[in-house]
C-alpha cells in the first residue's frame, strides 16, 4: 500500500479515547489520522458508563446528545442496602449516569470524526516507531503490505497492551491482581432494582447495571476463585451472583460471558518527546465504579486542543506538557480511590463487610456528602490547579482551574445561549460581564481562536467576575474580579496574549474545520467599544 501523506497526529487506536481525540485535532483545524488494528467497532458493550462530566465535555462539541439518546440513564447508584448516591441531584445538563454500550459510542465518534475530515484505517497494525526533533515515523501494517506513516506528533490510544507505549520506552508500573472477576451481559428472570449496586459480602462484590429490555451488566468476583481460563458458564454465574446479592437472579439469554484479570498501573510518564499516551495505555485500574472510558475521554479533550496551539504555533510556553501536570493526578485519584474499594470489597472478614455495610448508608445519609459522593463519582470536581492562594472573601467564586458549568448566559439583540453551545467549534470563550462590552469587542482580533462574548445580564454563578476566559476543554483559564473595571481591558489583553498568542487569524484552522463539517456559527459580532473605554492603566494579572 502507499503511504498516505504526511499527518500532522497520528492517533493510534480506535476506541473512544483515539476517537475523541481526533475529533478534538480535526476541529481545530489539525490534520489527523487514526490507525486501528481491529477491522471494526467493538462488537461488545465493554465499557458503558457515561458520567456527566464526560457528557459535558462531549457536549462541548455536540456529541452528547446522540450518545444519551442510544443511551439509559440512571438516577441512582447504591453501594450498599440502604445506601444511596443520587445522581439527579446534581446541578448539570446529565443529571445521571448513563447507560451507552462502548460499540454505539465508537459509531458516533467514527461518524463525526470522518465529518471532520478524520482518515480512520483499519486493519493497520503499527510495528515500528522512530522520532527525531522533527517528527515520528511509525512501520505499519496491513493484509496488503507495510509502509511507513510520518506525522509531527503520535498518540498511543491502543489500550492496555499498547504498542505504541513499548515502542516509545514509556514503562507500565504496578501490578496484576489475583482475582479473577466474571464478567457477563445477560438477562434475569428475577432482577434486582434498577440501580447502580456494588455490594460486597463474605469476600464477594458485585457490580448490576441495567442496560434496559431486560438485559444487565454483571460483574463479579469472590477471594477463593482464582484465575483460571475455563469458559464462564451461567452456572458459575448464578452461584458467585448468589452469594453476594443474597438471592439467585436467575440469568437466562447471556449476550456476554467472559473472564478477566484486574490491573493496577501508571504509565511512568505520558510523553515520551512526541510520542504521548491517552487512555488505557496511560492508566488501568480496578473497574470498579466504570471510570475508565471517561478517563480517556477527559485526557483526549485536554490534550486535544493543546496538541493544536502547540502544532499552529500560538500555544503558551510549556503548555503540551501540562497535559500530564494536569492528567496524571487525576488518574492517580482514580487508581486509589479503585483500588481501596476493590480491597475493602472482597475482604474475607464478616465483619469488615459488617461495617461497610452499616457506615455507608449514615454516610449517604448526609445530604451533603452524598452530594460530594455524586460529584467526584461523576466528575463534576474535577479541576485543574490555577495561579494564586486562596480565594479573598470579596473575590469571585470561580477560579482558573475550575470547571466551567453550562450557564445560559444573555448577549445584546440574540437569544439566550448555553455557553457549551458557542463552545462547539473548540476556541476559548472570553465572558465579558463589563458595562461596556469592551474586552469582547478586544478579543474580536483573536476571532480564530477565541469566541468573544459581552454578558448583558448578571449572572448568579459569576457573581463577582468581570470577565472569564474559558479554555476549550471547559475550565476557566483566567478569572478576573468586578473590583477595579477600569483596568479590565489591558488585562484581557494581557490574558489572551498570555493564553492565545498574538491576534490575528490562525490560517491552519480553516483545513477540516468544525464550520466545515457543519457546526453551528456559534458567536455573532460584538459592538465596538466606545472611545472611553481604554483603562487607564495596567494591572497585574
Given amino acids: 500500500m502507499a503511504p498516505t501523506p504526511e499527518q500532522s497526529v497520528i492517533v493510534v487506536g480506535a476506541g473512544p479515547t483515539g476517537l475523541a481525540l481526533a475529533c478534538e485535532l480535526a476541529a481545530a483545524g489539525v490534520s489527523c489520522t487514526v490507525l486501528e488494528r481491529r477491522l471494526s467497532t467493538s462488537a461488545q458493550s465493554r465499557a ?46 446529565f443529571p445521571a449516569l448513563h447507560v451507552v454500550p462502548q460499540s454505539r459510542t465508537e459509531e458516533v465518534l467514527q461518524q463525526r470524526a470522518v465529518e471532520l475530515g478524520v482518515i480512520v484505517q483499519r486493519g493497520a497494525e503499527v510495528f515500528g516507531l522512530a522520532q527525531d526533533d522533527t517528527g515520528v515515523t511509525l512501520h505499519v501494517r496491513t493484509e496488503s503490505g507495510e509502509w511507513e506513516e510520518t506525522a509531527d506528533y503520535v498518540v498511543g490510544c491502543d489500550g492496555a497492551h499498547s504498542v505504541v507505549r513499548d515502542l516509545a520506552g514509556i514503562a507500565f508500573r504496578g501490578r496484576t491482581y ?32 441495567p442496560f434496559g429490555n431486560g438485559l444487565y451488566r454483571l460483574a463479579v468476583v469472590h477471594r477463593d476463585r482464582p484465575w483460571t481460563r475455563d ?33 493496577q498501573r501508571l504509565a511512568e510518564r505520558y510523553r515520551a518527546g512526541r510520542v504521548l499516551l491517552a487512555g488505557d495505555a496511560a492508566h488501568l485500574h480496578s473497574p470498579l465504579g466504570g471510570q475508565g472510558l471517561n478517563l480517556g475521554v477527559q485526557d483526549s479533550v485536554n490534550l486535544g486542543w493543546k496538541l493544536a496551539a502547540t502544532l499552529q504555533g500560538w500555544a503558551p510556553s510549556g503548555l503540551l506538557d501540562t497535559y500530564e501536570s494536569e492528567r496524571r493526578p487525576q488518574a492517580e485519584r482514580v487508581l486509589r480511590a479503585t483500588d481501596r474499594a476493590t480491597r475493602m470489597g472482597t475482604h474475607p472478614s464478616p465483619l469488615v463487610s459488617g461495617v461497610r455495610r452499616r457506615a455507608l ?83 474580536e482580533a483573536w476571532g480564530s481562536r477565541v ?91
Fill in 48 to 93: 458503558m458508563a457515561l458520567y456527566s462530566r464526560t457528557l459535558e465535555v462531549l457536549d462541548l462539541r455536540g456529541h452528547a446528545d446522540a450518545l444519551v439518546a442510544a443511551g439509559r440513564p440512571v438516577g441512582r447508584m447504591v453501594p450498599a442496602p440502604g445506601a444511596r448516591v443520587d445522581f439527579t441531584e446534581l446541578d448539570t445538563r
Fill in 178 to 209: 489475583e482475582l479473577a472477576p466474571v464478567l457477563a451481559d445477560v438477562r434475569l428472570r428475577t432482577p434486582p432494582p434498577d440501580d447502580v449496586l456494588m455490594l460486597s459480602c463474605n469476600g464477594g462484590l458485585m457490580v448490576s447495571i
Fill in 231 to 263: 469458559q464462564v458458564t451461567l452456572e458459575e454465574l448464578s452461584d458467585l451472583v448468589t452469594r453476594v446479592l443474597g438471592f439467585d437472579p436467575k440469568p437466562y439469554e447471556p449476550e456476554w460471558l467472559a473472564r478477566f484479570k484486574i490491573h
Fill in 361 to 443: 448508608p449514615r454516610l449517604l445519609g448526609n445530604s451533603r456528602i452524598r452530594k460530594l459522593a455524586a460529584e467526584t463519582l461523576s466528575g463534576l470536581r474535577t479541576g485543574y490547579a490555577g495561579p494564586g492562594g486562596p480565594r479573598r472573601p470579596d473575590g469571585p467564586r470561580l477560579r482558573a482551574g475550575q470547571r466551567m458549568p453550562d450557564l445560559t448566559v444573555s448577549r445584546p439583540a440574540a437569544e439566550p445561549v448555553r455557553l457549551y453551545e458557542l463552545m462547539r467549534d473548540g476556541r476559548f470563550l472570553l465572558l465579558d460581564l463589563g458595562e461596556d462590552g469592551a474586552g469582547a469587542a478586544l478579543a
Fill in 451 to 541: 469566541c468573544p462574548v459581552r454578558v448583558t445580564e448578571p449572572v448568579a454563578e459569576l457573581d463577582g467576575v468581570g470577565a472569564v476566559l474559558v479554555r476549550p476543554d471547559g475550565y476557566a483559564a483566567w478569572v478576573d474580579g468586578r473590583s477595579n473595571p477600569a483596568g479590565q481591558v489591558e488585562r484581557v489583553r494581557r490574558a489572551l496574549l498570555h493564553w492565545c498568542g498574538a491576534e490575528g487569524p490562525t490560517p491552519q484552522r480553516q483545513a477540516g474545520s468544525a464550520a466545515e463539517a457543519g457546526a453551528p456559527a456559534a458567536c455573532p459580532a460584538e459592538p465596538t467599544p466606545s472611545a472611553d473605554a481604554e483603562p487607564a492603566r495596567a494591572e497585574k494579572m
